[in-house]
């Protein structure tokens, strides 16, 4: 279902819990979808004992597909035509992510309804991990 | 940058949708998304990443008879391996000109964009790198512009 501008307001709101203590495993499942195999996301001993961190942490990437379902579970498939993000904080194995999206604009361009939207995801302490915004047709 | 030859799978779209908890049947049931708006599976939106894995040389994907910077018999297979975090990602932008889909042959090829520095607090002297990587499918159409943005830190992101 798509949204339509006809039903929609500058302020309306969409929100999901994305993931729910993040798992390692999901971390390895990620890096072996994207083929991204960074040891900083996978392999605790190079992470602490080389790199410094205190644990393994998510792929940015990774945030932003969780962040991506919550978005298309909203506008509908198919329909975006921009997303951008930008990483703000890690994320880390344990961690609960919610994600929301605001509808910032609603334009017409070429007889095409779009929404501009902005994007948040934050952890179980209120922190951002993520921003961003979007731009996805939308119905009349 | 050489040229990246990214053919669109079917299992590839599904193990991608399973990696970030997505389960809409439109990135796994071909019958359920052929009667949907899509009119077929599309892949998610953050699928073009997974270009990494036809990318022969990918610096991040262990290599059989050469030594891997992650952990083995020692924290680090690569001596001398400065402590420092090396590359994180910064940002992601997408711009699609389509959704791609099962069966796409994309051409990746990949183009330096701008660079700059910025002082922080948490990690030392941080530079950013862009690159941006244009998708074209088999008849040479534009479908993804993807930019992305690097930083590289002085020292490991300071916690809390």
């Known amino acids: 279902m798509a949204l339509q501008a006809s039903k929609l307001k500058i302020g309306d709101t969409h929100g999901e819990r994305v993931v729910e203590n993040l798992t390692r495993t999901q971390i390895v499942q990620y890096a072996g979808a994207s083929g991204d195999y960074n040891p900083l996301h996978t392999d605790e001993i190079y992470t602490t004992k080389v790199a410094g961190y205190p644990s393994v942490f998510a792929h940015g990437m990774l945030t932003m597909g969780l962040t991506s379902k919550m978005l298309t579970n909203w506008v509908g498939d198919g329909r975006l035509t921009r997303f951008g993000v930008r990483f703000t904080n890690q994320v880390w194995p344990g961690d609960t992510l919610d994600a929301t999206a605001t509808v910032a604009a609603l334009r017409e361009e070429g007889g095409q309804h779009l929404a501009d939207i902005t994007l948040s995801t934050v952890n179980q302490d209120g922190r951002e991990v993520m921003t961003g915004t979007a731009t996805a047709r939308i119905d009349p | ?160």
């Open chain 2, 1 to 160: 940058m050489a040229k990246i030859t990214f053919p669109v799978e079917a299992s590839h779209i599904m193990m991608f949708a399973r990696a970030i908890g997505d389960t809409n049947p439109v990135y796994h049931d071909a019958a359920a998304a052929k009667a949907g708006e899509t009119g077929g599976i599309i892949a998610p939106p953050s699928f073009v990443q997974a270009v990494a894995q036809f990318d022969p040389d990918y610096f991040l994907r262990p290599k059989p008879g050469q030594p891997w910077f992650g952990s083995g018999k020692t924290p680090s297979g690569v001596e001398g391996k400065a402590a420092s975090s090396g590359g994180l990602h910064a940002e992601q932008h997408y711009e699609y000109h389509r959704h791609p889909r099962p069966g796409d042959v994309l051409t990746a090829e990949t183009r330096p964009g701008k660079t700059w520095e910025k002082e922080s607090k948490r990690a030392g002297k941080l530079t950013f790198r862009e690159r941006i990587t244009e998708y074209r499918d088999q008849n040479g159409e534009l479908v993804v512009t993807a930019t992305s943005v690097g930083v590289t830190t002085e020292r490991p992101v300071a916690q809390g």
